[in-house]
C-alpha cells in the first residue's frame, strides 16, 4: 500500500469516526446511511447526512471516474502458489482502471472486521477469495448493500451476494478423460476437501468420467486433504501403496500435484513412465516442476478482471446480470502425462 493510499485510509476511516461521534450514533449507523439502507430514522438519518455533506464525504460510487479509488482483496491467507496468482489477476485489473488494492487475510481479522474496514475507509468494495461466509455477514451485506463479490467461495453464498470461479466440474472432466484417452483406466486422485465447492466440483468431475468409462470408485486410491503440499504428499503415499496402485493421479491443485510428484520419487516411481500426474490450476509452478506438469489451467488473469468488473459495478450501484459467473478452463498438457506403460499386478 503506498503511503498516499495509507493517509487516505486513516483519514477515511477517523472522519466517519467522528461523524459516528458528533451523532451520538454507532459506526455501523453511519455505513447504513453511507449505503443507503432504510433502517435509519428520518430525524439520524437528515443529522449523519449533513455531516458527510459538511465534511466533504464521497461515497464510493459517486467518486470522480478519474480520480484514485480503493478496493479490499481479502484472502484465507497468502501462502501457496493459486493466492499469488488470484492476487496478481485482480492487482493488474485494477491497475487499469486506477484502482489501489489494500490485500489482507482472515488470520487475524474476521470477515465482519474487514466489512467494518471497508466502511470506514470509503473503499468502493471487498473482493473475498476461498473463505466461509457467516450467516450474520452474509445479511449485513445484503441488508446494507455493500459491495462483495466472492472468488471461489468454500460454501454456498446468498444468490445477493455475487460469486466467481471456473469450470471445476467440466475441467476435472476432461483432465480425467484425458488420462483415460491415454489408456489409464486405473485413475487414483488426490482431492480437495468436501466442505469446499470448487474442491466437490472437481471430484464430481473425476467420478462422472470414470463412471462414463465404466470404470467402478474405488475409495482406497481417492484421498482427500486441503489445497495442501504437505497433506497431499502423506495422501500420495498411502495411494501409491495400495493393493491395486493406480498408473495414473489427478491432483486437485497444483500444490497437491507437487505432493504426488514426491511421493512418486520417494517411491521409486517415473513420472510419466510408470505413473502420469495430472493437476488442477496451471499457476506458474506447474509449468517449473519436474517434470513439468499437465493441468487444467484457470484463467487467472480473467477472474481478476471479473471479479474487479463486477465490484465496481455493485459499487455504482448497478446489479450483475447473474449471481454466479463461470469461467471456461484449458487443458494444458506438457510432459507429466504420457500413454499408459505400467501394468499393475493384482
Not at 480437495?192 to 466437490?200: V, Y
Not at 507437487?258 to 506447474?286: H, I, K, W, Y
Not at 459495478?313 to 487443458?331: C, F, H, K, M
Not at 494444458?332 to 499408459?340: A, D, F, K, Q, Y
Request: glycine share 8%.
Amino acid at each position: 500500500m503506498t503511503g498516499r493510499g495509507k493517509v487516505r485510509q486513516e483519514a477515511q476511516h477517523g472522519l466517519l469516526t467522528s461523524i459516528a461521534a458528533e451523532a451520538g450514533v454507532s459506526l455501523s449507523t453511519v455505513s447504513k446511511v453511507v449505503h443507503r439502507r432504510r433502517d435509519v430514522g428520518a430525524t439520524t438519518r437528515e443529522r449523519i447526512e449533513e455531516l458527510l455533506t459538511r465534511s466533504g464525504y464521497v461515497r464510493p460510487w459517486e467518486q470522480d471516474p478519474t480520480a484514485s479509488r480503493q478496493m479490499i482483496v481479502v484472502f484465507r491467507d497468502l501462502s501457496g502458489p493459486y493466492t499469488l496468482e488470484v492476487a496478481r489477476g485482480i492487482v493488474d485489473a485494477a491497475g487499469e482502471l486506477g484502482i489501489d488494492v489494500v490485500t489482507g487475510t482472515t488470520s487475524r481479522r474476521s470477515i465482519s472486521g474487514w466489512l467494518e474496514e471497508c466502511v470506514a475507509l470509503g473503499a468502493a468494495g471487498i473482493v473475498i477469495v476461498i473463505s466461509m461466509l457467516a450467516e450474520e455477514d452474509q445479511r449485513r451485506i445484503v441488508e446494507q448493500r455493500l459491495p462483495v463479490v466472492l472468488i471461489d467461495p468454500l460454501s454456498a453464498p446468498s444468490q445477493d451476494i455475487p460469486s466467481i470461479g471456473v469450470t471445476n466440474w467440466s475441467g476435472a472432466r476432461d483432465a480425467v478423460q484425458h488420462l483415460l484417452e491415454l489408456g489409464h483406466t486405473r485413475i487414483g486422485m488426490v482431492a480437495g476437501r468436501s466442505h469446499s465447492l470448487a474442491g466437490a466440483a472437481r471430484v464430481h468431475g473425476y467420478r462422472a468420467a470414470i463412471e462414463e468409462a465404466g470404470i467402478a470408485y474405488d475409495a482406497a486410491i481417492v484421498r482427500s486433504t486441503d489445497f495442501d503440499y504437505a497433506e497431499a504428499l502423506a495422501a500420495s503415499r498411502q495411494i501409491l501403496r495400495a493393493d491395486d496402485p493406480p498408473t495414473a493421479v489427478f491432483a486437485a491443485s497444483d500444490a497437491q500435484a507437487l505432493g504426488v510428484l514426491e511421493a512418486a520419487r520417494q517411491l521409486g516411481l517415473s513420472v510419466p513412465d510408470e505413473l502420469s500426474v495430472m493437476s488442477f490450476d496451471d499457476t506458474l509452478v506447474a509449468a517449473m516442476a519436474c517434470p513439468p506438469l499437465s493441468a487444467v489451467r484457470q484463467p487467472f488473469e480473467e477472474l481478476g478482471r471479473e471479479a474487479t468488473r463486477v465490484l465496481m459495478d455493485l459499487a455504482q450501484g448497478r446489479v450483475p446480470a447473474s449471481p454466479r459467473v463461470e469461467l471456461a478452463t484449458e487443458l494444458v498438457l506438457r510432459t507429466s502425462t504420457s500413454v499408459r506403460r505400467r501394468v499393475n499386478t493384482p
